[in-house]
């Protein structure tokens, strides 16, 4: 089930409540193996969360009905509404998280942005012949498939870029996902989560501020480069914001 996350203002600090209990939702608790360098999802109500573990939110910024608690209103994208990503940079502008200077940076990185810079229209999924044959004369060939980290450990989260197939045409797709460190999470009484299992239906809190507002502006980034249409989007968004999102 997919369980979003709550997004909303408190004493001039944007507040993100991310659900850790649902793990087949757009949000879901993972842990790094060291072998494979992978990402697996992991069952949170009953392994005690460690240090390394992240939530991996595939987070969006326009959908047609989006949740009451991260919908934007007043701002639209070809019919849908903003959320989530749209919410966190109209708050942080409300708010004077974001300055003026962080939105004009943001915007001239966009208008860099040109089209063979975008992941979607110029990666590629490889299948490398490895020229290694098992039972039954079945060739073995492996498949590339590229990936973009940014990582920003410091102020405790990470942001990937993975191209796909895309389900029902051709081409790929490039999926964003917001990765934020369970070490950086607070509880509902302002604690930790290390070293206990989740309760049920809990969520973890984190607060956005001036100190790591870098979150919103690495993931406006990821779309900027992600495909075409997301940097023609996420332009629209910020627009929407700069003129809307005002006190
Ligand atoms: N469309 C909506 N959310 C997305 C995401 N996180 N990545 C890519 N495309 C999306």
């Not at 996350?5 to 060291?34: D, F, H």
């Not at 607070?186 to 984190?206: H, M, V, Y």
């Amino acid at each position: 089930m997919n369980v979003p996350a709550k997004i909303y203002a408190e004493n001039k600090k944007i507040i993100v409540k991310l659900p850790l209990t649902s793990p087949t939702g757009k949000i879901r608790i993972k842990r790094r193996e060291k072998s494979s360098n992978y990402g697996i999802p992991i069952a949170t109500r009953r392994k005690p969360f460690r240090e390394n573990d992240y939530v991996e939110w595939q987070i969006s910024y326009a959908t047609e009905q989006p949740p009451t608690e991260s919908k934007v209103e007043n701002i639209r994208l070809n019919g849908q509404f903003g959320f989530e990503l749209t919410k966190l940079l109209c708050e942080g502008i409300r708010y004077e998280i974001l300055l003026n200077d962080d939105i004009q940076k943001m915007q001239s990185f966009i208008d860099s942005i040109e089209p063979n810079d975008t992941l979607e229209e110029n990666e590629r999924i490889l299948r490398e012949d490895s020229e290694f044959e098992v039972r039954g004369g079945f060739r073995k060939f492996v498949e590339k498939i590229p990936l973009f980290i940014k990582n920003n450990k410091d102020r405790g989260y990470f942001v990937e870029i993975i191209l796909k197939h895309k389900q029902r045409a051709v081409g790929l797709q490039a999926m964003v996902y917001l990765c934020i460190y369970v070490e950086k999470l607070r509880d509902e009484n302002g604690e930790s989560l290390i070293g206990r299992t989740a309760r049920a239906k809990e969520f973890g809190i984190i607060e956005i501020n001036s100190a790591n507002k870098e979150i919103i502006i690495d993931v406006v980034k990821a779309f900027a480069i992600a495909s075409w249409q997301h940097r023609n989007d996420i332009n629209s968004i910020l627009t929407q914001v700069m003129s809307k999102c005002r006190k």
